[in-house]
């Protein structure tokens, strides 16, 4: 923190997402994840098979969600969860299990609006995959964002082609970029989400990454560190080859993460920056640290720097 008040609004040195959702909602609002049992095109044979290298769902799918369970049920159970440790008193529809728009638009108009028929749901946050998303669907969101809060968030994971081959995603980066840039002007909320640490990508093309993103019509941007997972490819590859992967230590990942937010669009608001995956799941990197941890040492990182979100900002024309 400093004295100087930015231009979002406070004297936290970067523009952070629950500061966004405190002057959105005036209440409490908590996210209750969803699994509607969706697959992905790079698993179900449409793109390719296998998914993303470094894929595993289960390390970030909450024990209430299950698709055995209907969109109702999880969210009675979501809030049943919550009430007892926040008392948050509404909900945001998360669906966020594999890619949440691959289907046919009756299926994901029926199960968004199961969502949003709770009286406790006031939105709905939907993850997927840039490539997975038509134009139909995009104008129904519109519609529904007239009256709640509707937020897509994209996996671009990386602006750089190669990566996205190494990690077979199935898609391009100019796929992402065209997604975003149709999706924007239509009162959704757009999230997009990197991965640091990617095959083919170093850490100066990570950080032009984040960059570049942050011209885009996002609204928010989340990213992480790269995390090698059991029962993955990935794992098996990096068994064989360690050597091709850039594995951040803590201490440098705090560093990079504060010369991205140097250098990012600070209308931009950051939710995220590293992820934990459950004990078991982790092969590497180990930094046995939880993500408030992490805030705090990047607050005082930012503090020791002198910077803020945007200083040395240049908008791309
Ligand atoms: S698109 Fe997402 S859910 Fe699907 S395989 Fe890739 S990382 Fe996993």
Redesign the pocket.
């Given at each position: 923190m400093t004295d100087k008040q930015f231009q979002w609004g406070n004297n936290k040195r970067y523009n952070d997402f629950p500061s966004l959702f405190k002057r959105r909602f005036s209440e409490r609002i908590q996210k209750i994840s969803i699994d509607a049992g969706f697959?992905?095109?790079?698993?179900d044979g449409t793109k390719g098979v296998?998914?993303?290298t470094?894929?595993?769902?289960n390390s970030f799918n909450p024990a209430y969600c299950s698709p055995k369970k209907t969109v109702t049920e999880q969210i009675a159970l979501g809030i049943d969860f919550f009430n007892a440790k926040y008392k948050a008193q509404r909900y945001l529809a998360y669906f966020q299990?594999?890619?949440n728009t691959y289907g046919t638009l009756d299926h994901l108009k029926r199960i968004y609006e199961e969502a949003l028929s709770h009286e406790k749901v006031v939105g709905l946050v939907i993850?997927?995959?840039p490539d997975c998303v038509s134009d139909a669907l995009l104008v129904y969101l519109e519609g529904l964002a007239k009256d709640y809060y509707i937020s897509m968030e994209y996996?671009v994971?990386s602006l750089n082609n190669d990566a996205l081959k190494a990690?077979?995603?199935?898609h391009t980066y100019q796929e992402a970029e065209k997604t975003i840039i149709r999706t924007s002007g239509r009162g959704i909320h757009i999230g997009a989400h990197l991965v640091n640490g990617l095959p083919c990508d170093t850490p100066q093309m990570m950080l032009e990454h984040a960059i570049s993103l942050s011209n885009l019509p996002i609204d928010t941007l989340k990213m992480h560190q790269l995390q090698i997972l059991n029962h993955t490819t990935m794992a098996k590859e990096y068994e064989v080859n360690p050597e091709k992967f850039h594995l951040f230590e803590m201490e440098e990942y705090l560093d990079f993460v504060v010369d991205v937010i140097e250098r990012i669009n600070p209308e931009v608001s950051l939710e995220r920056f590293i992820n934990q995956a459950p004990k078991g799941w982790l092969i590497a990197p180990k930094w046995g640290i939880k993500n408030f941890e992490f805030v705090a040492k990047l607050d005082k990182k930012l503090v020791e720097r002198d910077a803020w979100q945007g200083k040395f900002f240049k908008k791309i024309p």
């Open positions: 697959t992905c095109p790079n698993r296998g998914g993303c470094y894929c595993n769902n299990a594999y890619s993850g997927t995959r996996g994971e990690i077979n995603r199935g």
